[in-house]
Every structure is written in structure tokens, then in C-alpha cells.
């Protein structure tokens, strides 16, 4: 997110943090494409032309000119017309900076290196599809464990996991099975920062008994990205090798998606890697060691170009098959079951060309202007990603930027590629500033909490209490420090925030308390004082140094996924410990469906120790 997948503003932001609904498992969203997703041969479609032309290069130039996005490079591919025509029709073209070095500004390519971040979940999704096909026709003959009848997309993930699953809720633990796992609807929100950059696969699976839900199972779907290193432990236990190499085996090499990768340091050494921005304009560094990426292979880790992506949705447009060699690498029912979609209600989208989405599994579905499109986004920091194939329409476009949050615009890209594409009418959505843009597709988010109330009440105890150590079974543990606190650790975390504070406009209220956390998407944790026991808290990762050319101190945080607020507890002049809340909907479901103490509500309740 995303975190991975770090959510995006606008369109993004609303179908992901938008009162969201799933409907019962049984139900699908009921669009004009088929189930089966096959290469269309529609009658009457007009004769391919050419799709990046100078007045859509012009566009994109203009996105880049009004949003400051470094780089962005693009694939469009779509399959020959006739069958005796040789490969797929493919178009390439990047506009921009891949380094801040550039003497021109104009050094990104087709085949520069991007994370790819969630669009990696079709991959996994992919590869269990693999594996059960593997099961289905005896090409796999590790042992099913007993409980294992029929090793399908049902199957309960305690049966394939003994010993390994738990979940806090007994219901949930007995019955999330594979489609509920990788259709978001495991009942658990986002608990991102839960696992640690030094955690494996199985530290995360293990853990997750310690995570409260906030859901019901299916009752409500909630981007997790935990599921999807559980779908990469399962092929990890049945194949008895790496997820990665399993994905390279099947997936990336049959599809000579040579340059594809899921090691940073195997492509850094290509030297073709983008650089990369934060929305603030300030480089920053590829986020992934090798140590994490191999955590977050499953939701996120796969390394790729608009090169070889085009290849990927090339295959994803012929029905699985890959044109160029006419071997199926995706079985039709493995396509078919990850794009089918359970919808999910998004009625407030005021965008009158859009449809209510749906999602399967490692794939959103919608309709743009009556025509069904398949896709994904991509973000984590210093990168936005869209992926997009239009099954019906013989169109698969992919589009990569180097800088963060700037989904919006590579959803406005995609619209403006597909008008030309399929000769609709233009929209004038696009024809106008971002900033108005995104007025017209309003954010569906829960305010970021903490913010100052309106009569704000003093702190009930003195700063002091509130500093120390504090702990959480499934977060691990924290100690705060106050500004004038004088351990050593302290006198370690206060100089790391130093330069940035300085460095910063902000005016910061006098109580505020300090930590460092490392964590995959953070490196300290900062909190203000806003009202009685509450404070606001934010998850930075500092850059006291600066980085890149600008040595300017800084740091950086998600706008909407790295925010959220503490609320203390404290009795007879003690502080008891504190809730750590980062999703409001998933703190105001619990506190429906319990006694709604401060205890209750958070994604994980912290234990004063010291």
C-alpha cells in the first residue's frame, strides 16, 4: 500500500477510505464484459491507430508541468486484429527526469526500473492460482495437510496453515479462506505498522493473532496487506522454495519479462532504476532493502519496467496466454476467478464517468464511460503506479511515477489514454488543473484525527507522565520522550528531531512526545498535545541530513496512512497506557460492538511498563 500500498488522494483515496460495503461472497458486480476475460473481437471496432500521439504526449507533459512529477514512463499494448498477424501492438514513450543528475531532464526511459508495489498482487494472486492448478492436475505432490479436501480458492486458510494462523476472532479464524483473504474481506483493517523491517513471512503470519479486527468477516471490505504475505507463505510451504522464485519460474521468465525483478540490489546494479521524490519535492531513497522486500514480496515487492509490463497485460488481454508464444501462463480459471469482483459500494462518487467499483482479488473493476476496465494502483513512497487492461476493448495500459501520491493523475492519464484509444468523446475533467480535478472527485476520508479541537482541554497530568515505556504484544515496544528528557536515548531521538523541526515551518505545540520506531514504512513516531488526553501522532521517517543533492534536513510521512492520534488512559494521577488509533472507521466499528473503552477501540492497546 501503502504504506503499501500508501493510499492515494482523490478517486484512489475514495474508493479506499470510503464507507465500503461488501456484499454477501455469492454476489458479483454484473458488467457487459464476460467472466471469462479473453481478447474482444468485436465487430465494428475500428482499425488500430496509434495511441500516445503529440496531443496525448502534450497532455501528460501538462500533467507533469502543473503536479511536479519528476518522470513518468508508459506502455500501451493491445493484440494484433488478426490471428496471422505477429505479437501484440505495443507503444512506449516516458516523459521526464529518471535523476536529479540529469543535464537535460529528460533521462527517463521505457525500460527504467519502478517499484511496483500493489500492482505485484495480481503476481500473487497468480501464483496460488498456479498452485492449485499445480494440485488439480498432480504436478505438485507435496502433502495436503489432512483437513485439505480439495485444495481450492475456499479453501480455509487454518487448514492450509495448522499452527501457523490465528486470528483473534474465532469465527474469522475458522473460515477466512483464500478468496476472503485476497478479496480484503478478512474483517482486519490495514495494522501497517505492526510488522518490522527485520521480520519474515512467518513473524507476520504469526502475529496476526494479536491484531485486533474491526470487521466481521465479509461483512466490510478493508485493504490489508498481511493477507497477501500469508498467500506468499502458502506457496513458500507447497513449493519449497521462495515466493520470488516461483514467480520468476512461472511467471516473469516464460514472459521474457527479463528486467523484472524482486531484488533492489540485483536491480541497481542494471543501473536503470529511477530515482525518487516525495510529493514535498525532496528525494528520497528506494524505500526496499533486499530484507524487506523479501517480507513484502507478496503485497509489493516485485521491481519492473513499462517495458515489460506491457507483456504482462499483453497475456492478461489474450485470456491468460502469452501472444508471442501461444503458451497459456495464466489458466483461464485462475483469470477468470481474480477478476471476477465483489462490489463495493462507493455511491458517493460524484464522477459521473465512473461506475461504483468492485473488487476481485489483486484487482479493482469499474466502468469508465459504459467500458469495463480492470486495474490496479501501485504506491509506496517515492512512487505511484497504475496498471490497467480494458478486456472488452483490447487495451492494456501501464503507467509509472517516480514521486508519491500522485495517483490522481495517473488516473487521469489512464481516462485521457483510453478517449484516444477508443475515439470517445473528451472529458473535460482532464482538460483542467489538478487542484480542480480533484474538487470535482472529493476525498472520502476519515478527517486526520488529532487535529486541535475547537476548545481544546489542558493536559490532566504533567508531560513527564506520559513519557516512558509502553509495550503491545503484536507492536512490540515504544518509549517516549519528552523534550526536556535527558537519557541517553532520548538525547539520541531529540538530536534526530532537531535539525528537521528547525528545518520545518511548523509550529509546534509545547506538549509533544518523541520515539523512534523503525518500522517498514517509519523510523520515529512524533506526538502533540490537542485536547485533554489526546494527542495527535504522526509516523516520519527523518532525513536529519538531507538526501541526494539537497542536504537540507526533512522528513517524510504518508498524508493519510502515517497519521492518526494516541488516546492515554490515566487513573488516580498515573497514566495506565495508551490506544494507538490510525483508522477512524475501524475505531468507531469497534466502539459499536463493544463497550467502546479506550482499551477497546484502538488498533492495539499499549501497556505502561515503565
Not at 198 to 210: I, Q, S
Not at 499 to 520: G, Q, T
Not at 536 to 554: C, D, E, I, K, Q
Request: proline residues 7%; negative net charge; hydrophobic residues 40%.
Amino acid at each position: 500500500m501503502a504504506a503499501v500500498d500508501v493510499l492515494a488522494t482523490g478517486l484512489v483515496a475514495l474508493v479506499l477510505a470510503s464507507t465500503v460495503w461488501a456484499l454477501r461472497s455469492a454476489d458479483v458486480v454484473h458488467y457487459p464484459a464476460s467472466v471469462q476475460i479473453a481478447a474482444s473481437r468485436a465487430v465494428g471496432r475500428p482499425p488500430m491507430t496509434k495511441v500516445i500521439t503529440p496531443a496525448v504526449s502534450s497532455f501528460v507533459e501538462g500533467v507533469l508541468d502543473r503536479s511536479t512529477i519528476p518522470g513518468i514512463s508508459m506502455g500501451v499494448v493491445r493484440l494484433a486484429e488478426f490471428k496471422d498477424e505477429r505479437g501484440p501492438a505495443v507503444e512506449l514513450a516516458a516523459w521526464g527526469r529518471r535523476t536529479e543528475e540529469s543535464t537535460n531532464g529528460n533521462d527517463l526511459a521505457p525500460d527504467t526500473l519502478f517499484a511496483m508495489a500493489s500492482c505485484s498482487k495480481a503476481f500473487l494472486v497468480t501464483s496460488v492460482g498456479l498452485l492449485i492448478e499445480d494440485y488439480a492436475h498432480g504436478r505438485n505432490v507435496t502433502p495436503l495437510p489432512s483437513a485439505v479436501d480439495v485444495f481450492g480458492w475456499e479453501t480455509k486458510i487454518k487448514d492450509l496453515l495448522p499452527g501457523e494462523w490465528a486470528l483473534r476472532d474465532p469465527w474469522a479464524d475458522e473460515n477466512v479462506n483464500l478468496r476472503d483473504a485476497f478479496g480484503h474481506l478478512s474483517g482486519l483493517p490495514r495494522h501497517d505498522y505492526s510488522y518490522r523491517p527485520e521480520d519474515e513471512v512467518e513473524d507476520v503470519v504469526r502475529r496476526l493473532r494479536h491484531l485486533p479486527p474491526a470487521w466481521d468477516l465479509r461483512e466490510r471490505w478493508s485493504y490489508n496487506n498481511q493477507m497477501y504475505m500469508v498467500g506468499a507463505r502458502i506457496i513458500e510451504k507447497y513449493t519449497n522454495a521462495p515466493y520470488s522464485s516461483f514467480v520468476t519460474s512461472r511467471i516473469l521468465r516464460p514472459l521474457n519479462m527479463t528486467s523484472s525483478t524482486f531484488s533492489p540490489s540485483e536491480a541497481a546494479r542494471t543501473g536503470k532504476v529511477t530515482q525518487t521524490w516525495t510529493r514535498g519535492v525532496r528525494r528520497i531513497p528506494y524505500w526496499f532493502s533486499d530484507q524487506v522486500n523479501n517480507l513484502f514480496a507478496g503485497p509489493g515487492g516485485l521491481i519492473s519496467s513499462a517495458e515489460d509490463m506491457t507483456k504482462w497485460l499483453a497475456t492478461l488481454l489474450n485470456g491468460g496466454v502469452d501472444p508471442a508464444t501461444n503458451v497459456t501462463i495464466i489458466p483461464p480459471s485462475v483469470l477468470s476467478n481474480m477478476t471476477t469482483a465483489r462490489p463495493i459500494e462507493s455511491s458517493v462518487l460524484t464522477q459521473a464517468h465512473v461506475s461504483d467499483m468492485g473488487y476481485g482479488m489483486g484487482w479493482f473493476r469499474m466502468l469508465y464511460k459504459g467500458h469495463d476496465v480492470v486495474w490496479h494502483f501501485g504506491a509506496i513512497p517515492g512512487f505511484s503506479l497504475l496498471v490497467a487492461f480494458l478486456p472488452e476493448d483490447n487495451l492494456g495500459v501501464v503507467l509509472l511515477a517516480n514521486m508519491d501520491e500522485k495517483q490522481d493523475e495517473n488516473m487521469t492519464i489512464l481516462f485521457r489514454v483510453i478517449d484516444e484509444a477508443l475515439d470517445l468523446p473528451r472529458s473535460p475533467i482532464y482538460s483542467k488543473p489538478t487542484s480542480q480535478y480533484l474538487a470535482q472527485v472529493p476525498m472520502i476520508q476519515s478527517p486526520i484525527a488529532g487535529r486541535s479541537a475547537s476548545s481544546p482541554k489542558p493536559l490532566p497530568l504533567d508531560l513527564a507522565a506520559y513519557a516512558g515505556s509502553y509495550t503491545n504484544v503484536a507492536y512490540g515496544e515504544i518509549t517516549f520522550c519528552a523534550p526536556n528528557s535527558t537519557s541517553l536515548y532520548c538525547h539520541d531521538i531529540l538530536a534526530s528531531f532537531r535539525p528537521v523541526e528547525a528545518a520545518s515551518p511548523d509550529v509546534l505545540p509545547a506538549n509533544r512526545l518523541y520515539a523512534a520506531w523503525p518500522r517498514v514504512w517509519s523510523s520515529h513516531i512524533r506526538l502533540r498535545h490537542t485536547s485533554g488526553n489526546s494527542f495527535g501522532v504522526v509516523f516520519p521517517r527523518l532525513f536529519p541530513h538531507g538526501y541526494g543533492l539537497n542536504r537540507t534536513a526533512f522528513e517524510f510521512y504518508d498524508s493519510v496512512v502515517s497519521v492518526g492520534r494516541v488516546e492515554f488512559l490515566t487513573e488516580n494521577g498515573t497514566v495506565k497506557g495508551f490506544a494507538l488509533i490510525t483508522q477512524e472507521d475501524a475505531a468507531a466499528a469497534r466502539a459499536a460492538r463493544s463497550n467502546g473503552t479506550v482499551q477497546e477501540i484502538g488498533d492495539a492497546w499499549f501497556e505502561k511498563v515503565s
